[in-house]
């Protein structure tokens, strides 16, 4: 599509809204899921206080079961999206998320709350996997590129500022006025959604649900080299960064005494993501998704190793704990997105359905890794530092093995 006609939508001759009000609510839509995934950070003592869980590791439970929800929606939301368009399946999963929201706030019993974590985190894979579809339908060439740049700043940050704002919240109220705050905020992103965007994915372009043809596209992913390859990688490095949230509010109020300073601690860390997406946005077109990626994977194995030592050592005072975490986090968001990008290369003609199954996979290749390890911590930072460096080295070896050896090499063809 040229820039002169580059703001008009593809699969729609009407056009609700311009450019901006595309751009924030696509961020709208997106931001649902690190909202509810990292508002609860704080509130995590509070809810063990209020079920009596005598086992701090147990709290977890919180933040996994959303992610596990997560991660198996994706297997459905984009082939469903694909055949019955992308409305009925995102407005259904938002609907979903709403639900989820009351059940949270009026559950009488640990394991009631663990179901509806579970459902709001099956209702944001909608929101994750159909927003970036919609931009593909509408926008192509620089017009999406602009658009996703734009949405995933949103999605950046969010995760940066959501503790503060659930520590705000308990300033004024409950752990369960975190719930009514994110069903507030799902009610108003699915009026704003039903109200202004409209179906992107016309009749003629949908695909057929029978199961030889998405078990066809689910082997054609898993069976070629450079897809499957990147997404153990970023499964192995999601699985570290998993296990770092699971256990940063024990770390930073049980090692670290920080008590409410926690979500400012937690931000300042988390800005190293938002600061490598710049970065990442401005060199990749000059570097290479290879060069990069390959070079953050080696610095985070670095950071990985320096930490575990230090942590060994019993020399690991907050600064250099703080230092390393943001220089992780800085690794992590350099390598992320390229790992994605890559995966996705050779799986143009069905795009939709790799994208769903790639996420699936890291994420919950990611929270079966990050469990592990956050379930093993003991009051020490020496279990997670473990894992962290394991994780590492294993996303390393995977990573040499997919490029048979030829690391940092920014035009090659990976076998398929």
Known sequence: MSDVNADSWVSSGHRPMGFPEFVVVIAAIMALNPLAMDMMLPALPNIGAAFHIPVANHLQLVLSTFLIGFGAGQFVMGPLSDRFGRRPVLLGGMTVYAIASVLAVAAPSFETLLLARALQGLGTSATRVIATSIVRDCYVGR?????????????????????????????????????????????????????????????????????????????????????????????????????????????????????????LAFAAIAAGTAIAGFANARLVGRLGMRVISHGALVGYALVAGLMLLTASLHMLPLWLFMVLSALMMFSFGMMIANFTALAMEPQGHIAGTASSLYGSITTLFGIVVGMTIGQSFDGTLLPFSTGFFLCTLAALAVVAVVEKGRLFQPHHRAGA
Not at 183 to 206: D, K, N
């Open 143 to 263: 017009r999406m590129a602009s658009v996703m740049s734009l949405a995933m700043m949103v999605f950046i940050a969010v995760p940066v500022i959501a503790p503060s704002f659930g520590q705000a919240v308990l300033l004024v109220t409950q752990w369960r006025g975190i719930f009514i705050a994110l069903m507030l905020y799902g009610l108003l992103a699915l009026a704003w959604t039903v109200l202004r965007l409209p179906e992107t994915l016309p009749e003629s372009e949908r695909k057929s649900l029978a199961p030889r043809d998405v078990l066809d596209a689910f082997r054609q992913t898993l069976t070629n080299r450079q897809t499957i390859g990147y997404a153990v990688a970023a499964g192995f490095v999601m699985g570290s960064l998993f296990a770092f949230v699971f256990c940063a509010q024990q770390v930073f109020t049980g090692i670290y005494h920080l008590g409410h300073y926690f979500p």
